[in-house]
């Protein structure tokens, strides 16, 4: 395939990236296992795996944009995404907890 002019491949799929790092734990951290616990968390960008585990479950739009950005040649982590993303109030921490995408 071919890179088209704006650096994506054309008719390539798009890569995946899920919201947690081990995409073959995802099913277990949905059913509510410790996110903490994914021993790929460092690659997310969190700088503890506490942090992670805070935010996993609210990335599912950084991780679509991930996406989004890595078919089109860009590589983020995604916790550089939403930092930049709560950078501009995409996401706000309140004392009830994580509100935003």
Do not use: N
Request: contains cysteine; glycine residues 14%.
């Amino acid at each position: 395939m071919r890179p088209s002019a704006g650096g994506t491949r054309q008719g390539a799929a798009p890569p995946y990236f899920g919201q947690w790092e081990s995409p073959r734990r995802i099913r277990g951290f949905l059913a509510g296992r410790d996110a903490a616990q994914d021993p790929l968390w460092p690659a997310s960008g969190a700088e503890t795996a506490a942090e992670y585990a805070l935010w996993a479950d609210h990335l599912c739009g950084m991780a679509c944009l991930k996406m989004a950005l890595a078919a089109r040649g860009q590589a983020w982590s995604i916790h550089a995404l939403r930092r930049a993303v709560q950078g501009h109030g995409g996401y706000v921490e309140t004392p009830a907890g994580i509100k935003g995408l």
